[in-house]
């Protein structure tokens, strides 16, 4: 009989130290499902050239307009939902599918009808967009994201940390930018030691044009360590039209390309770019002379970038050019 009432006894301890443990879970498991909730909820401010805007942390439906952007966000394994699917840049290529990514437009003007129907909880622009800023925040938070090239590096950061911030992957970036700053530091000591000057040129349809420091593509200059073949080149987004007797009377070491015709696709195999820079004024100069004619991606330089991915392969593409 005493058997039979300590076992009793003991059913009931067991039970009742089971419904104490349950209770001790119970506000563990509210706790971490409202820190979840608490996340995803979550709205950033995020101030930005052309205003500021309440971003919900991790926005779900996100339009980009600058492929810089959308290399990063590739990048980092963050989905979107819409893209301007014109030209986009080759390894970008999957973004063309119109089955998985809404076309929104170009990358100068937006459909906003198609942006309105997606109902967005993010857009990204640039300098391309920036005109129709006020619209687009009408549909949805907007955050302009474009390059300040007089502070190239600066602006980068600034704009993948942004990135970072608002999507949760502010480890993953800084791993990204210190990768960048490596390989940056290599490629100027290279460049700083060689004792070349560089210069700068855009083929567009026939014509070209000149960029030096803090200008458009002046990375080369003022990040990557080349001197200016001339640093009184006139800054500005379309650049300084020149001649081919202009290149050869700066007579760079280096002449650095970029095929705006190769990148809208009026000539990808950059025979016309060749045709307008290679004559026999140029082929006079210490660049050809030497090798040194270098035909940058303008996928990268031209549609691109200013993201993870364009970046660290403008300057891979200076570093291999220096011999």
């Known amino acids: ?18 419904n104490n443990n349950k209770t001790a879970e119970t506000p563990v498991k509210e706790s971490e499902a409202n820190a979840a909730s608490s996340a995803e909820s979550e709205e950033l401010t995020i101030k930005h050239k052309l205003g500021e805007a309440k971003v919900k942390k991790n926005p779900q439906k996100v339009v980009v307009f600058d ?58 622009i640039s300098g391309r967009q920036q005109d129709a800023y006020e619209e687009l925040n009408k549909i949805a938070p907007t955050v302009f994201l474009g ?14 940390n942004t990135v970072g911030q608002i999507f949760g992957k502010e480890a993953e970036i800084q791993t990204e930018l210190e990768a960048i700053d490596k390989s940056i530091a290599e490629v100027h000591d290279k460049a700083a030691a ?71 696709a009026t000539d990808k195999d950059g025979a ?6 290679e004559n026999e004024l140029v ?18 330089w031209y549609l691109s970038g200013g993201g993870l991915l364009s970046v660290q392969e403008m300057v891979k593409e200076v570093g291999e050019s220096i011999q």
């Open 272 to 277: 016309a770019a060749k045709k307008t820079v």
């Open 147 to 160: 390059l300040d090239t007089t502070k190239f590096m600066e602006s980068f950061k600034e704009n993948m």
């Open 194 to 264: 060689s004792g070349k000057k560089a210069l700068i040129v855009l083929s567009n349809e026939g014509k070209l044009s000149a960029y030096g420091p803090n200008s458009r593509f002046g990375i080369i200059h003022d990040v990557l360590g080349f001197a200016a073949a001339d640093d009184k080149i006139e800054v500005s987004t379309h650049g300084q039209s020149v001649t081919s007797e202009y290149i050869a009377e700066k007579n760079p070491d280096y002449l650095f390309v970029v095929d705006r015709d190769g990148a809208v």
């Open 1 to 18: 009989m005493l058997m039979l009432i300590l076992s009793a006894m003991l059913v009931l301890v067991l039970a009742a130290c089971g």
């Open 283 to 300: 082929k006079n100069t210490n660049a050809s002379k030497d090798g040194h004619i270098v035909y940058l991606d303008p996928n990268y």
């Open 67 to 124: 492929f810089g952007i959308l290399d990063t966000l590739d990048k980092l394994g963050v989905p979107v939902t819409g893209v301007p699917q014109a030209n986009i840049p080759p390894y970008l290529s999957k973004y063309e599918d119109k089955d998985a990514y809404k076309n929104v437009g170009s990358l100068k003007e937006p459909d906003f009808e198609a942006i309105n129907a997606l109902d967005p909880d993010l857009i990204i």
